[in-house]
């Protein structure tokens, strides 16, 4: 059986579009999820004692399945559960696979390293084999199919629950997530202060987008670390990603490499984010900023 | 807490003409980011509730010298598990810690990995630790507060924040953001050369995931359009933007 993990995550969708090249895949959802289209089958968990996200729970209803292989989504709920179903098991577990191949009994695999700046190819064997799909690597597409869905209650004890989300903040009303919005306005050094990120908001409203930044910008506090794209921050996907006077390392490109396209604002032509851009404005962007929302205000936007 | 040694990589990475490892020839050495998050966040608790802290690395001799960048910035203690310089699957650097952490004189609290390693980013070894020495764990977290013996963990969740609460002795592994680490001092520096280091030599082990070799993507070069004008090219961009459907 080849078993995907669906949390709640759009990023399950590609999950499960990717193990379906795999073979015949049944999604195991411990949350609502529209799968419809996507999977023949679908297992919903049930049980009195499945409250809100518990690791450790999760990963007991996988291995109690036996499944030859488990895909999950990159997800820190995907790397995490499946790391439990590895370590209780004793079995790899290979992080961030962007493509899968079967080889006889092992699979094939490439894997990203340093956040998908180099890749990893590697052979995978024994049972059962576990995977994470990278976020992005592939596009959720439906197979069309008709999705039957039964249930399946595990067999839980107290001690699967010792670590469970205990409780939760909302985000703030009307905020718009970086991972999901449609327009990104990103800012690095070249932004230039703290305050300087207010142009790049009032471009970013416009558009009904939201603001992100470089690792120098928020490791130098001009923005919260949760608006960094990166390596070490966000991996975001949006349709245009407005790149304002960031010159552009391998930590931050792994980060917006997603985008669908890339418009770049910055002084200098040669900065390794341009050969990334479709499209580049050079010159200052504490002018280049102010023009582009002026223009957006003339025509009534 | 556990670090590792990685290269600071800069604009491009060169492997080895085996294509089994970055060429490091020129590069220096830093501990991965998400891990100088969690030596300061030690420091930080140390702060706060008291106590004393160890780092424990598993990596070539070299990386004395990413301990002693935790000892310059307050750590008491260093633990080496020295190998020969290869790469270590993630089940038996899991294995070689947790017969390390458990060979301690000390019992500790709190056990602070980074959430993956900026390298090979396994995303693993913390919660095999946590397995083998029987504690719970949670990954990913961005805030740790300790009180009345129990550890809350804030981690960041569909642009909010999802809770945990967990007993001690409690295994968390921490992002980059939980905090900004100090800088070394120079005092602390040279207290920290003085500091003995303790060794130990691990034993590797087979995985079931080979690596065969590794590959630098091939560029993604796009035909950039330049946009003319600087500031003037505002109802050029703003035509663009209509063309996406974006206003």
């Known amino acids: 059986m080849i078993l995907c993990l669906v949390d709640g995550d759009p990023v399950s969708l590609e999950a499960l579009t990717f193990a379906r090249g795999l073979g015949d895949v049944e999604a195991l959802m411990f949350e609502e999820t529209d799968v419809d289209g996507y999977t ?59 493509a899968a191949a079967a080889d006889g009994d092992a699979l094939q695999l490439t894997r990203q390293r340093w956040g998908g700046s180099l890749l990893e190819e590697a052979r995978l064997t024994g049972t059962p084999k576990l995977l994470t799909v990278a976020a992005h690597a592939v596009v959720a597409q439906s197979a069309g199919v008709t999705t039957t869905t039964e249930e399946f209650t595990p067999s839980l004890t107290d001690e699967h629950f010792v670590v469970q989300v205990s409780g939760r903040e909302q985000p703030t009303a009307g905020t718009v997530r970086l991972d999901t919005a449609r327009v990104v306005v990103g800012g690095g050094r070249g932004v230039g202060s703290k305050e300087g990120f207010e142009l790049l908001e009032e471009l970013a409203n416009l558009l009904g987008g939201t603001v992100g930044g470089s690792r120098v910008v928020t490791n130098l506090g001009w923005r919260p670390h949760s608006d960094q794209v990166g390596q070490t921050g966000a991996r975001i996907a949006p349709d245009l ?14 980060g917006c490499k997603s985008a669908k396209r890339i418009l770049v604002i910055n002084k200098d032509q040669n900065a390794p984010i341009v050969a990334r851009a479709d499209w580049a404005v050079i010159g200052d962007l504490h002018e280049i900023v102010p023009a582009i929302v002026a223009e957006l205000r003339k025509n009534g936007t | ?129 946590a397995h083998t020495l029987g504690l719970p764990c949670v990954t990913g977290i961005k805030g740790i507060a300790i009180e009345d013996g129990k550890l809350t963990a804030r981690r960041e969740a569909g642009g909010g924040w999802e809770i945990f609460e967990l007993p001690l002795p409690a295994v968390v592994t921490v992002k980059e953001g939980i905090n900004l680490p100090r800088y070394a001092s120079l005092p602390g520096r040279l207290r920290a050369k003085k500091t003995p280091i303790a060794r130990i030599e691990p034993q590797p082990r087979a995985s079931a995931l080979e690596t065969i070799r590794l590959v630098v993507p091939p560029e993604q070069e796009t035909h950039v359009e330049i946009l003319a004008g600087g500031a003037d090219a505002a109802p050029r961009v703003v035509e663009v933007l209509r063309e996406l459907g974006l206003v």
Not at chain 1, 53 to 66: G, N, S
Not at chain 2, 28 to 47: K, M, Q, Y
Not at chain 2, 114 to 129: K, S
Request: glycine residues 10%; proline residues 5%; aromatic residues 4%.
């Open chain 1, 40 to 98: 023949a089958h679908a297992r919903r968990v049930v049980h009195p004692l499945l409250g809100d996200y518990a690791p450790e729970a999760w990963a007991h209803a996988i291995v109690e399945l036996e499944p030859e292989v488990v895909v999950a989504p990159g997800t820190d709920r995907g790397h995490e559960v499946l790391a439990h179903v590895a370590a209780r098991l004793g079995v790899p577990l290979a992080a961030n696979v962007v």
């Open chain 1, 241 to 254: 990603y407005i790149a304002c006077g960031i010159s552009g390392a391998i930590q931050h490109i792994v």
């Open chain 2, 1 to 129: 807490m556990c670090v590792k040694r990685v290269p600071e990589t800069g604009a491009r990475i060169t492997l080895t003409g085996d294509a089994q490892a970055i060429d490091t020839s020129l590069l220096g050495f830093t501990i991965s980011p998400h891990e100088e998050c969690a030596v300061e966040e030690a420091l930080r608790i140390v702060g706060e509730h008291g106590g004393s802290t160890t780092v424990l690395t598993l990596g070539p001799p070299g990386a004395a010298e990413q301990l002693q960048n935790a000892m310059a910035m307050g750590v008491e203690n260093a633990v080496l598990l020295e190998t020969d310089g290869s790469d270590w699957n993630a089940e038996a650097t899991a294995a070689a810690l947790a017969d390390a952490i458990r060979a301690q004189p000390e019992p500790f609290d709190v056990l602070l990995f980074g959430n993956e390693g900026a390298d090979t980013g396994d995303y693993q070894v913390g919660v095999r630790v």
